[in-house]
């Protein structure tokens, strides 16, 4: 089975794939977890899932918005500050997009959705690469810090036209961008940065639209037949955030059910 170790920071940790990594990270083993969301309530309901499932796991509640910049550098202080250092960072914080066709958008549409799903990417990334400058590299194929971003699929295809989603996809791709331009800055330094890509993900960022019967065309138009899960991405981020994949810096790895291809 993989193994981790060591401490890991995540956003969106409340919900979702964020939620979902934080349990699987404890179950590989990583023992110390600064869990990073809005909601306090969310955030103590991930710690109760995981003191159940990994009672040897410390967690660390941290409820702050990743578009506040002094409010992530202060998170990544708070978890330093108990943790020593942070050997993985995960950034899964991100809202969905309201289908809306660009010449019907106003600027507010736009920008809230860039502000989080990617200036949020990048301040969280900022303040966590400060920090994983400043540790020592683990050990032979373990670096001082490895970042694990959440792209998307729509972060290296467009949407179909039937679902205008610009802002969202944009942001996507900007977040693919960050991952390539700073995997190849930081590799020299002993920092490995990937992204992954994932395909629709049952979570409750899309559960209103499947309720709706919104997603029923997109799920046949999915080559396996149906959504993604949860467990299946936050294995795929372990994989990233392991030795095992020691040689990947930049990449966007896809996990669609072959939706993309
Ligand atoms: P989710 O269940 O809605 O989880 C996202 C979490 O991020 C929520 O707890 C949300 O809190 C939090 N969040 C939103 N804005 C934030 C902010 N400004 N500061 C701190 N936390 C914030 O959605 P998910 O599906 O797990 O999405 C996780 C990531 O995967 C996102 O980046 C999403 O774009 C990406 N993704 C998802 C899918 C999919 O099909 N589900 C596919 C591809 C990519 P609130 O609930 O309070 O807003």
Known sequence: MLRLSGSAFITGAGS??????????????????????????????????IQRESPQTKTEIIP????????????????????DRIDYGVNCAGIGPSPKMTHEMTLEDWQRVIDVNLTGVWICQKHLLRQMLNQ????????????????????????????PIAPYTASK???????????????????????????????PLISGAIQSGLMDEEFERTPVGRAGTVEEIADSIAFLASPLSSFMHGTGLTIDGAYSI
Do not use: W
């Open 173 to 203: 791709h900007g977040v693919m961008g960050l991952t390539k331009m700073d995997a190849k800055a930081y590799a020299k330094r002993g920092i490995r940065i990937n992204a992954i890509c994932p395909g629709y993900i049952v979570t």
């Open 136 to 163: 020592e590299h683990r050990s032979n194929r373990e670096e001082r810090g490895v970042i694990i971003n959440i792209a998307s699929m729509y972060g290296l295809v467009s949407a179909p036209g039937s679902m």
């Open 16 to 49: 979702g794939i964020g939620r979902g990594v934080a349990r699987a990270f404890a179950r590989y083993g990583v023992n110390r977890l600064a869990l990073l969301d809005q909601k306090p309530d969310a955030l103590r309901e991930t710690c109760q899932q």
């Open 64 to 83: 702050a918005d990743v578009c506040n910049e002094a409010s992530i550098q202060r998170a990544v202080s708070q978890a330093t500050n108990l943790f």
